[in-house]
């Protein structure tokens, strides 16, 4: 009989290698349980945990004043509540089950389409997590808009461009004065690269930012009345067509007011000092994006991270002098131990002595103290504590016995000390502001740290909080406040080699380098540029003094990238600057002056009391799982044939439906599938419980194979009408069998850590037959003339004959484990860097007595511009009938190229090598294989063509099949095994992220070798 091609791959694959997504990946472990409660306001189920009642009553407040805000603008309102799910600090929401994949460290909230919920974590400052709220809602009413509107819908998504969704949810959420936003777009206009509309989704402008100045462009020529309008406008029709229905102008007459507001706007703003000191760090030497600078006290070294390997944020170590790389001090490829470094917002602190080097990560979702010996780059000490699940922005003191660090505890933000010798954490400073950057004095004295504080106390009501510095006395933990700039941001205070107390301010309009002189107390400017003293975030750590020498390094935004300088004090700028000398007009966004209709500073709206909310004035409930359907999915048709029985129609469609509680731990997924008659419906229901630390499941499933043998009409037959009429007819004769798998399968989870596992499983499968014999009648004289058919249902017996392979009717059952390990990084068709293991045993009982071990590891080194592979494997089946089991062919399934089913006459007639000789129930095989980028994104590939990325790889493959009827000594080359080997050279194809395709030219290493041509469907392994 002659299977169906996708139930024979499917066969084979379930008889082998399990599906990727369980024999390798990445884990998503839940350290520890919330207790979650629903916080109910007038439009919100707040899912919070772990905060008392006046805070999480705070922030209802703070979701309920920017719904007022947006409903407003946008003139739309929910039409039930939305749901919100608070998670207390960035640890711990990297453990949520909303988001499906992991979550990077740079991920502030997230608002998905299905059921809108929006998931975010408390920020380490007021201000954050103020406009994250803000922003993310802006994303909830889009959708909103977007799939509840009655001229859009689901489709209407591809229409959007990321700048035009994620930059209102900027502009609403910060107006049109922004510090970080206006770096960007002067940096832009500096460069000669005003962005075109039409181009800017391309990957050198970051959609936040040069989408947020587009609306602020957008609403001073239009008005705050037609952001809607034109928003719905551009999901119906896409941008250029929008603004000629909503706005009705050519999308170039947009542009050229874009780019001229641009230009007057940003052009000649700051003339450069020329005290810009040396970039030691760049994209020439390092990455794009090199940041957190932290110079050792005496001088010599600077740590710092950057993407400068591409694939993770690593921490290097690099001469202060001039930016050399000595050393990777950590790699996320290499510690997989480690879930992630913070990366975002903080940087690193070194040791009085210069020789050790602490910094934050996440390890098993708390904050871990990582301390490096920086000349061996090994791990000193790796410290976690009880009562600081999170914390950021260490300052090693001057007498090296503690650590402070601003660290987060139910959803309060303070200083905390750590003393070394004890592993303890104490708090420092207990309030409702935010304090961050601490830094000591040279004598150990003074804490200095920046803290929203006076603006907090002034009353929560201002809605924009700016940082001040502090001066923090250890002893009795009394705080003053130092001369500074009025209603000014400063931030990073670092004390330099003479004692006085360096920082940043955007109190002209960019983030700029100042000094407090410590014995007059005058203010000096000391940088003057168009780039801005910044990282990513306005919060993270941007430049670092030398407590033992005359120099500092700080990162500057310039070009497009972030770069890191050198400087030494003496040679920076000295121009004195009154406090009250602010004027932030350069972070103005761009407002077209030509227009009729300008829309005002939307962060003047901020300024209006927020509304005081007590937790006694809304219902608090706690929280019980209930499914909800969170996804539907369904396809259909119809099938005629001219020559089947009945009708001739066949149909064919499906439906998935998702259903999961509120916080995703619990996911129940259900399938229903029809391809022909009834008898052909596949179905499958399969729970997820991820609600504690060990993740379980179970699966049913029913499903339905398909065989055809079909023998031409050569009989001649009597065929009866319904008439009873009598009819010489040839016949057309059709057994169909179908094989049905009854299966109930479980799996537990223990995960380790975000790239190691133990599996556990067990299942148990039923199979039977039908088998129906369909007789076709034609006319006798004019075959293609159809009469009419009959069907006949066979007896199927207890075996059936499927190609080479004998199936049975009965009952198989199976348990597992497995050790898995997975830390490698993709490019765009194979992995690149880290390394990926799975050690497994598994035993089968029942209709079948065998047992299975898999030993299989993969080692992956990114060597720029390409990438080495390796590859050991070993899968043996042991036991009654371990032979009886459909055997293992060598080249199936990509592993050795070369040897597969498509090239098994020709290895016969060309080198005499037989089917048995290389297949059996035991392989083992080593790969090696070099993989070059050929086109894709910039940095990464040869060619900048991110749309069709592909891969030349170079391998060489050798392995051998056997079974326990092989005979290595044996003269007879049935019973003998072949080792075999291959090189040869394919691409991979990476078709729209919808499939990977590799074509591949092979030599078998033996005499009158000939290249073997063959295809491949699946990514690199």
Excluded at 266 to 272: L, N, P, R
């Amino acid at each position: 009989m002659r299977p169906a091609p996708f139930l024979l791959s499917l066969l084979l694959a379930l008889s082998f290698i399990p599906a990727s997504a369980q024999y390798f990946g990445r884990n998503k472990p839940k350290y520890r349980d919330f207790d979650f409660r629903i916080f109910e306001t007038p439009h919100f189920n707040i899912y919070y945990y772990d905060l008392d009642s006046a805070r999480i009553a705070l922030y209802a407040s703070w979701f309920e004043w920017w719904y007022d805000h947006h409903s407003q603008l946008l003139g739309e309102q929910f039409v039930s509540r939305n749901p919100v799910i608070l998670y207390n600090n960035h640890g711990e929401f990297q453990q949520n089950f909303v988001i499906s994949g992991n979550v990077d460290a740079g991920t502030g909230g997230v608002t998905e389409g299905l059921r809108n919920r929006i998931v975010l974590p408390l920020a380490i400052t007021n201000d954050q997590t103020f406009h994250v709220i803000g922003h993310e809602l802006v994303h909830a009413f889009q959708y909103n808009m977007i799939l509840r509107g009655d001229s859009t819908s689901t489709e209407s998504l591809q229409n959007y461009p990321l700048w035009i969704i994620e930059g209102l949810a900027e502009y609403l959420s910060k107006g049109s004065v922004d510090v970080q936003t206006a770096m960007w777009m002067r940096d832009a206009v500096l460069r000669g690269k005003l962005p075109d509309l039409e181009k800017m989704d391309r990957p050198e402008y970051f959609p936040y930012r040069f989408g947020h100045a587009f609306w602020s462009f957008f609403s001073s020529l239009f008005g705050n009345a037609r952001i809607k309008p034109f928003f719905v406008s551009v999901g119906q029709y896409g941008l250029a067509t929008a603004c000629l229905e909503n706005l009705g102008i050519p999308i170039d007459t947009l542009n050229s007011a874009w780019q001229r507001t641009l230009s007057s706007q940003y052009s000649g703003q700051f003339a450069e000092s020329g005290q810009s000191g040396k970039e030691i760090l760049s994209s020439s030497n390092a990455g794009r994006m090199n940041l957190s600078p932290s110079i050792s006290p005496n001088g010599r070294y600077l740590c710092f991270l950057s993407e400068k390997d591409l694939f993770t944020t690593d921490l290097f170590l690099a001469s202060a002098q001039d930016g050399k790389i000595l050393r990777k001090l950590f790699s996320q490829a290499r510690e997989g131990h480690i879930d992630q470094l913070n990366s975002l917002e903080s940087a690193g602190t070194w040791s009085p002595d210069s020789r050790r080097f602490a910094f934050p990560a996440f390890k098993r979702g708390r904050s871990v103290l990582v301390i490096k010996d920086v000349e061996t780059g090994k791990t000193q000490r790796e410290l976690q504590f009880a009562n600081l699940p999170y914390f950021i922005q260490p300052a090693w003191s001057p007498d090296g016995k503690s650590i402070v660090v601003t660290g987060t505890h139910r959803g309060q933000t303070d200083l905390y000390l750590i003393d070394l010798k004890t592993k303890k954490a104490t708090r420092l400073t207990e309030n409702s502001a935010s304090e961050i950057h601490p830094e000591w004095s040279p004598d150990g004295k003074i804490l200095a740290f920046s803290t929203d504080a006076p603006a907090w106390q002034q009353g929560q009501g201002s809605g924009y909080w700016p940082f001040s510095l502090a001066l923090l006395d250890p002893s009795d933990r009394s705080i003053r406040y130092p001369t500074q700039f009025d209603g000014a941001n400063h931030f990073n205070p670092q004390y330099d080699a003479s004692g006085n107390l360096l920082f940043l301010s955007d109190r002209n309009g960019a983030h700029t380098l100042y000094r407090l002189d410590s014995d007059s107390a005058q203010l000096s400017q000391l940088t003057l540029s168009s780039g801005g003293i910044m990282g990513v975030s306005a919060y993270a750590p941007a430049f670092s003094a030398a407590g033992k020498r005359d120099r500092i390094v700080y990162t500057q935004f310039r070009q497009n990238s972030f770069g890191i300088h050198q400087i030494s004090t003496e040679k920076l700028l000295s121009i004195p600057v009154g406090r009250d000398a602010v004027d932030r007009s350069a972070a103005y966004l761009p407002m077209d002056t030509e227009a009729p209709l300008l829309f005002p500073d939307t962060s003047s709206r901020l300024k209006a009391a927020l509304p005081s909310t007590s937790a006694d004035s809304f219902n608090i409930r706690p929280y019980r799982a209930r499914f909800g359907l969170s996804y539907v999915g369904a396809s259909g048709g119809a099938g005629y044939g001219g020559n089947y029985l009945s009708s001739g129609i066949g149909l064919s469609g499906g439906v998935d439906m998702l259903f999961t509680d509120i916080l995703g731990s619990h996911q129940l997924y259900t399938g229903l599938a029809l391809n022909g008659e009834i008898y052909d419906v596949a179905a499958v229901a399969s729970y997820l419980n991820r609600s504690w630390s060990l993740p379980w499941g179970v699966t049913l499933q029913h499903l339905p194979t398909r065989y055809f043998n079909y023998t031409p009409g050569f009989v001649r037959q009597n065929f009866v009408d319904e008439n009873g009429n009598v009819f010489s007819a040839y016949t057309d004769t059709t057994l169909l069998l179908r094989i049905f798998e009854e299966e109930m399968s479980g799996v537990v989870h223990y995960p380790l850590s975000v790239t190691q596992r133990f599996e556990f499983g067990a299942g148990s499968s039923y199979r039977f037959f039908r088998l129906d014999q369909i007789i076709d009648f034609y006319d006798d004289i004019n075959k293609f003339f159809y009469l009419g058919g009959q069907k006949e249902k066979l007896k199927a017996g207890d075996a059936v004959q499927v190609g080479p392979y004998t199936i049975e009717k009965g009952w198989l059952s199976n348990v597992n484990a497995a050790w898995v390990g997975d830390n490698a990084y993709f490019g765009l068709t194979a992995p690149m860097v880290g390394y990926r293991y799975r050690v497994g045993v598994e035993t089968y009982f029942g209709q079948y007595d065998f047992s299975a071990m898999t030993i299989d590891g993969r080692k992956y080194f990114w060597m720029k511009p390409f990438a080495l592979a390796f590859r050991f494997m070993h899968y043996a089946r042991y036991g009654r009938d371990a032979n009886r089991f459909y055997p293992i062919l060598i080249g199936q399934y990509g592993l050795i190229h070369g040897y597969d089913f498509d090239h098994l006459e020709d290895l016969r007639q060309r080198y005499g090598i037989e089917y048995e000789q290389i297949s059996g129930s035991k392989i083992g095989l080593a790969s090696v294989e070099f993989r070059l980028p050929l086109t894709g994104p910039d940095r990464f590939a040869l060619l900048n063509a991110p749309f069709l990325p592909i891969e030349l790889n170079v391998f060489i493959d050798g392995g051998m099949a056997w079974d326990d009827w092989a005979d290595f000594s044996s003269d007879i080359d049935f019973l003998k095994p072949k080792p075999v080997f291959s090189t040869g050279l394919g691409f991979r194809i990476n078709l729209f992220g919808a499939l990977v395709l590799e074509p591949y030219w092979a030599w078998p290493l033996r005499s009158n070798s000939r290249a073997q041509f063959g295809f491949n469907f699946i990514p690199g392994w």
